[in-house]
């Protein structure tokens, strides 16, 4: 059963984040949709500073995608997020 629940997650890439951007802030966005599992603004190691992109993970699939939907090309800050479904790298571990 814990299983067939992991499957279900849908991890998406959101990208052109304003650089200001706070995982707080990413995550009240999505919230508006359902369930937000987990959210993270991708940092630079050396400076802390965000890369402009994030991934949130949502539990729930029509969640997920009603977020997508409704999110992308959206203005957040100074610029028009996108958002979709993330996929692994080829040379990604599984």
């Known amino acids: 059963m814990f299983t067939s629940i ?5 991890k998406l890439l959101v990208r052109n984040l304003d650089r200001n951007t706070t995982e707080a802030e990413l ?9 937000v599992q ?9 400076t802390g ?4 992109f994030g991934f949130v993970e949502m539990p729930s ?10 999110l992308n090309n ?8 996108r958002v979709k479904r993330a996929t692994p790298e080829p040379d990604a571990p599984q």
């Open 61 to 70: 699939p029509g969640e997920s995608k009603a977020a997508m939907k409704n």
């Open 74 to 81: 959206r203005e957040v800050g100074s610029n028009r997020i």
């Open 38 to 46: 987990s959210c993270t603004v991708v940092t630079e190691v050396y």
């Open 27 to 35: 995550r009240s966005l999505f919230e508006a949709y359902g369930k």
């Open 49 to 52: 500073k965000s890369k402009g």
């Open 6 to 10: 992991q499957s279900e997650i849908m």
